[in-house]
């Protein structure tokens, strides 16, 4: 093989990758925007960063005003708040939980999950109070690029019926971290739930 020829499949095969990239991106980008909204048992809202005063990040404010608008609009009677301490030193559950206590839920509709660190922990302890509550059906909320993989994760733990919103928040960031989910996904998909 040639030295030119050899470069010419090396660009091709870069084009290859970076098209199916892209490809893979935008379903998941274009999936999570559009939300599937129906009837659940409970919520499920994921962890975010808290800022250094202890307050939401915009992030996660955004996915909790999310959370509150369906349940408001009667889409689900209770709420799991998932997620682990930050390096901020914040119990990011209790301080979800206590922001929607702020808006109007009362405190026994809000469960909580200070272990939910990662999505796949957060959906494991999920079918975990699933379990314990009799609860079928699941109603995820998080940013747009992370529904699909969120919904993955529920559906490997066994929840046949998932419905999702997305928070209503854009940043720059997400033009590195849409493309970073569709490896999650992937990984999801092969991963072991037991």
């Not at 405190?107 to 379990?131: C, K, P, W």
């Amino acid at each position: 093989m040639t030295k030119r020829s050899f470069t010419k499949r090396l660009f091709l095969s870069l084009v290859v990758v970076l098209g199916l990239l892209l490809l893979g991106t935008s379903v998941l980008v274009i999936a999570g925007l559009r939300d599937n909204l129906g009837h659940a048992d409970v919520a499920l809202v994921l962890g975010s960063k808290v800022e250094t005063d202890g307050t939401p990040s915009a992030r996660l404010r955004a996915r909790l005003d999310e959370t509150l608008e369906c349940y408001r609009a009667g889409y689900f009677p209770e709420i799991i708040v998932s997620g682990g301490i930050g390096k901020e030193g914040y119990d990011e559950a209790v301080v979800m939980r206590d922001y929607l206590m702020g808006h109007g839920v009362p405190s026994e509709h809000i469960l909580m999950d200070n272990q939910g660190v990662t999505t796949f922990a957060s959906a494991r302890n999920a079918r975990d109070i699933a379990r314990q509550r009799n609860f079928h059906s699941v109603f995820v909320v998080s940013q747009y690029f992370h529904i699909s993989r969120s919904r993955l994760a529920l559906h490997r733990f066994g929840f046949p019926t998932v419905y999702a919103a997305h928070a209503q928040y854009f940043e720059a960031r997400d033009f590195y971290s849409a493309p970073r989910e569709l490896f999650g996904y992937v990984r999801y998909l092969f991963r072991n739930p037991q």
